[in-house]
């Protein structure tokens, strides 16, 4: 029987005034959406959406991020992010 995992970690690092990144928080997921299609811009799409959920359930103050995705030690895909949470 073959047994697939897809187990990530997503890291978000968190963009200083003086440019210096901090890795505030992590993440780690068994999720195959990344592999749905293929290509950069898939992969960018999907993480963003990914990083919307995870920053609002817990909550994250606005501020810019890196967020780069992680898959057996090998980078999927980091993207730069301005998160404003709305309220509602």
């Known amino acids: 029987m ?3 995992d897809h187990f990530h970690r997503i890291e978000y690092r968190r963009r ?4 210096a990144l901090d890795l505030e928080q992590v993440e780690e997921v068994q999720d ?3 592999y749905i299609k293929e290509g950069e ?9 990914c990083a919307c959920d995870f920053l609002r359930r817990t909550e994250t103050k606005p ?6 995705v992680w898959r057996d030690g090998a980078r ?13």
């Open 76 to 88: 999927v895909c980091t993207v730069a992010m301005e998160w404003r949470p709305t309220k509602g």
């Open 32 to 34: 195959h959406g990344w």
């Open 16 to 19: 200083r005034p003086d440019g």
């Open 2 to 4: 073959l047994v697939m």
């Open 63 to 68: 501020g810019t991020f890196a967020i780069s």
């Open 41 to 49: 811009e898939w992969r960018r799409r999907y993480t963003l959406e």
